[in-house]
């Protein structure tokens, strides 16, 4: 690493990783209750855990996104960054909401809300904490020898995502209105500026890792986000189908939904060429392997498992079913999962001067967990395409349905099972870098820094 | 080819274009559309009370209503045609919580008025204007 003050970024990708293992636990306990073993149920019952789950993986990936901030931002801007007690302050008190918002789920403190169930008082402290990550953040930059589309790119991403945090602050008796608002906040979040921020992110470790000119890389940065929002914001529409919106939204959420593809696959083609065109090989092979499966994975899940199911006339029988959670599930792991995995891997050997890049561990974390993905995606589709039929075509009732869907949740599991081997894989090459270290190194000179002996 | 410049400038022009044109639909699904459709001017406070339990219990968590939620329970949009009132009341009062079939529904201790509150929410739900949702079972004998 460059400068000191980018060591506080591993603080935030450890607990990244803490939160993660949480996540999966909670899977398994929602994992089996749909096999029919809600054994917790007394204890942690499944709107809990479901909560729990869902909000994990939110604040995982978003401690990911401000590690990689703290990590970027001084390199780009070439300036140690603006307060590291600041910093410090900003991930104990993050830490400490997540901490207070997970404990209160499990008394019932929560608002009833998909995704944001984080309670009002909770909320603003979310807010609080936010800002003064901003801030920090902003100041940096605007005290850095130097200024890049990229460190911009990511840090419009981080201040839009917070901006848009505040429209589900906001309470509403019609439900209708209140779904609406919740999706400004989530799906402006996850189709929209989160990709400015992934695209971010995957242009500076492209171009750390391929060695491609920067100026080619920015300026198919600007194009590919540029798509992600002429697609993802009318794309909104697709959540307005049949929640009370006006009849216009089928339309005009179908052929903006239909084009969110091309926005992935912009983003696909954008890392593989510039791969391609790379003059440079990178020592850090997990790294690159990580960059790669968040462009290309990212596609298959976010945009072509997105479109299959985002046309109306699909969408009207899909809606409110397990096919939801099969794109959902291969989306946020192509999209945000893999790309927290892959800065990590990229900025762990630079943080701590330990050169674990391409050991066998690193490789089987990346095949076991991408194969347990595939197979938990494939068992939902399974679930989700037979829980269509015998509901939505056959006017079976809801437990018929689900108990003869109840098989596909045991694959589910299995494959669950082999995505958490993997993922303990990672974690056990996290745990052997150790601490970060004060050894500066790399700047210009990062490859031959990196070099294995 | 490509310049940055120009790439930049598809970026901003885009995005302010799309963002005007959605904010402009917004409003008009917010003032007219959805109103409309949801028949905002029946929301009583009833129905505000039903709509405030289904939000502290996360309900959600579990059902889906409109299509959103968890896919562990029942979609409950037209719950009220397809069950009725008395069914939903036997639901939330039953004392040792609900359990069709092994899968089971938390406990609540619910005051009748707040048992009155979610019957008129899911009543009021009955009759929003979803666009076709749910769909009808087309091979449903």
Known sequence: ?453 | MLSKLQAKVFFLGGTFLFLAIFIGMSIHSLTVGIPEQMNAKDLNEKVILGKQLWDKHNCMGCHTLMGEGAYYAPELTRVYSRKGPDYIKAVLTDPNGWGPRGRKMVKYDMTAEEVEGLIAFFEWMNRADLNGFPPEPSLKQ
């Open chain 1, 1 to 453: 690493m460059k400068f000191k003050s980018q060591k506080i970024a591993y603080h935030f990708f450890a607990l990244s990783m803490l939160l993660l293992v949480l996540q999966i636990v909670y899977g398994f306990i929602l994992g089996f209750a749909h096999m029919g073993y809600d054994v917790l149920h007394e204890l942690i019952p499944f709107n809990t855990a479901v909560t729990t789950h869902k909000n994990l993986l939110v604040v995982w990936i978003l401690s990911g996104f401000m590690g990689a901030a703290y990590y970027i931002i001084p390199d780009e801007a070439d300036n140690e960054l603006y307060s590291v007690p600041l910093a410090k302050l900003q991930f104990w008190s993050f830490a400490l909401v997540g901490v207070v918002a997970v404990a209160g789920f499990h008394v019932g403190w929560w608002e009833g809300r998909k995704f944001l169930e984080i309670p009002r008082p909770l909320d603003w402290l979310v807010a609080l904490n936010v800002i003064l990550f901003l801030v920090i953040i902003l100041m940096t930059l605007i005290k850095g020898r130097k200024s890049s589309t990229t460190s911009w790119v990511l840090t419009m991403g981080l201040v839009f995502a917070a901006l848009l945090y505040l429209p589900g602050m906001i309470y509403f008796d019609n439900i209708s209105v209140d779904s609406f608002f919740r999706w400004w906040v989530v799906h402006l979040w996850v189709e929209g500026v989160w990709e400015l921020i992934m695209g971010g992110i995957l242009a500076y470790l492209l171009i750390k890792i391929t060695g491609v000119d920067r100026e080619v890389i920015e300026k198919w940065l600007y194009v590919v986000v540029g798509l992600t929002f002429i697609s993802g914001i009318l794309g909104t529409g697709h959540h307005y189908y049949y929640t009370g919106g006006p009849k216009y939204w089928l339309m005009v959420g179908g052929i903006f939904s239909a084009m969110e593809p091309l926005a992935f696959l912009g983003m696909t083609v954008f890392a593989l060429q510039m791969y391609r065109k790379g003059n440079k090989k990178h020592p850090n092979k997990l790294a690159l392997y990580w960059t790669l499966n968040t462009a290309i994975v990212s596609f298959l899940g976010a945009g072509l498992l997105g479109l299959a199911h985002t046309l109306p006339q699909v969408n009207m029988y899909t809606h409110g079913t397990l096919v939801t959670a099969m794109h959902g599930h291969l989306a946020f792991w192509g999209a945000y999962a893999s790309l927290v995995l892959a800065i990590i891997s990229y900025a762990m050997p630079q943080l701590t001067g330990r050169k674990i890049f391409d050991n066998r561990v690193g490789h089987l974390a990346f095949w076991c967990a991408n194969i347990g993905m595939i197979g938990m995606t494939a068992s939902f589709a399974a679930a989700g395409v037979a829980q269509v039929y015998l509901e939505r075509i056959a006017g079976f009732d809801f437990m018929t349905a689900a108990i003869e869907i109840q098989p596909h949740f045991v694959v589910l599991v299995l494959a669950a099972s082999l995505f958490t081997v993997g993922i303990l894989f990672f974690i056990s090459n996290f745990l052997k870098f150790g601490g970060p270290t004060d050894e500066l190194e790399a700047g210009e000179n990062e490859f031959e820094a990196l070099k294995t002996a």
